[in-house]
Structures are given as structure tokens and as C-alpha cells.
T-cell receptor
């Protein structure tokens, strides 16, 4: 069974731009969560989607948004990029929110 | 507020010895705990989990111990192998609806040949 895939793997943007990251969960998984990983901060929860509904949201500004499609694929969008948004963005999927999450390889975003 | 704490940023052990990775939590509502391993340029990989109804769970070389009264869990790796060198994240959640995983900051394990 194919794992979680994230595209693109690497991205360089400039301040003020916006970016959209994509995540395809493992087949059959309906829950998708997004995390931001920065050095020294671990994984910080962004949001979780289940059956196209946002179930949970972390403490991030409104510039960070996401959505989930009927095929469980998910996208996250960051508008008005700031230098501090440079991070590894990880997507994880699970059968439903009570099961273990399986992570994708991440998208490395660099904001210059 | 860091609800899941991994206070030691790094650990170095000799191959063949035991690695003990510690994790503390402050939220008494957490009742499910997980360990993930992460190699550079890869996403975290689920390793082992434990429910609060148990105090130990074992899977091959990996054992997780939970001390609910102390709000402490630990991951034991025996014997340690060089391929175990990675960043290990402890995570916790409260089972049920609308519950998210809360991760610690991770600990870097280095296993010396």
C-alpha cells in the first residue's frame, strides 16, 4: 500500500507570497493532520480534517488554512508568507482520528 | 505551555547497550501515548504506543513503560543498534472526539558502533 505523499517536497518563496501544499493520504484513510516542524520546537499541530470537516485547529494565525476533498486528499495554504514560516510541513493520515498517524516525508518551505 | 516534555535534547549510547528515552507530560487527561522515530529528510515513523490502562507494552527490541502517577513514560531500546540513531518524538492524546496529538520536542539518539 502506498504511503502518504506530499507535494512539492521543496519550495522556496519570498515574503508576502502565498503557498499551497498538497497531501495524499494512504488509501482508505479519512483523517489528515498537518504539522509544522521547526528546529527546537518539535512538531506543532496545525489542523486536522476528517471526512472533509476540520475537527481541530492549533494555535496558528489565520494566514494558515486548509481543506480536505471528498477523496480525502488535503491541501494547506499559507498566505502573506513571513520568514518565520520557513519550516518542514508534515502531513499525517489515519483511518480515523483515534488510530495511529502515518506521516509523509514533508514539504520543506523556505521563505526568503 | 509544553504539555509533553522531552527534557534531554540528546542521548549517546554504545551499540549493544540499552537506550532509555524519557518523556513527561502535564495533562492528566492524556490517556494514549505514542513514540515516533524520525530520520533526516523523512517524516516521523510510528514506533510503539501504550494506553493508560497498561503500564508496559513491548514490541521486539522496543518497550514503552508508563507511570501514570508520575506522568512519565520511557522508551527502552535493547539492544541498541547504529540504525536506531534518529530523533525520537514522544506524543500524547486524549482518546475520543476532537482530540489531537501533542508532541514533545524530540530527543536525538546516537548509537556508537
Amino acid at each position: 500500500k502506498a504511503g502518504v505523499t506530499q507535494t512539492p517536497r521543496y519550495l522556496i518563496k519570498t515574503r508576502g507570497q502565498q503557498v499551497t501544499l498538497s497531501c495524499s493520504p494512504i488509501s482508505g484513510h479519512r483523517s489528515v493532520s498537518w504539522y509544522q516542524q521547526t528546529p527546537g520546537q518539535g512538531l506543532q499541530f496545525l489542523f486536522e480534517y476528517f471526512s472533509e470537516t476540520q475537527r481541530n485547529k492549533g494555535n496558528f494565525p489565520g494566514r494558515f488554512s486548509g481543506r480536505q476533498f471528498s477523496n480525502s486528499r488535503s491541501e494547506m495554504n499559507v498566505s502573506t508568507l513571513e520568514l518565520g514560516d520557513s519550516a518542514l510541513y508534515l502531513c499525517a493520515s489515519s483511518l480515523d482520528p483515534s488510530y495511529e498517524q502515518y506521516f509523509g516525508p514533508g514539504t520543506r518551505l523556505t521563505v526568503t | 505551555d509544553q504539555q509533553v516534555k522531552q527534557n534531554s535534547p540528546s542521548l549517546s549510547v554504545q551499540e549493544g547497550r540499552i537506550s532509555i528515552l524519557n518523556c513527561d507530560y502535564t495533562n492528566s487527561m492524556f490517556d494514549y501515548f505514542l513514540w515516533y522515530k524520525k530520520y533526516p529528510a523523512e517524516g516521523p515513523t510510528f514506533l510503539i504506543s501504550i494506553s493508560s490502562i497498561k503500564d508496559k507494552n513491548e514490541d521486539g527490541r522496543f518497550t514503552v513503560f508508563l507511570n501514570k502517577s508520575a506522568k512519565h513514560l520511557s522508551l527502552h531500546i535493547v539492544p541498541s543498534q547504529p540504525g536506531d540513531s534518529a530523533v525520537y518524538f514522544c506524543a500524547a492524546k486524549r482518546t475520543g472526539a476532537n482530540s489531537k496529538l501533542t508532541f514533545g520536542k524530540g530527543i536525538t539518539l546516537s548509537v556508537r558502533p
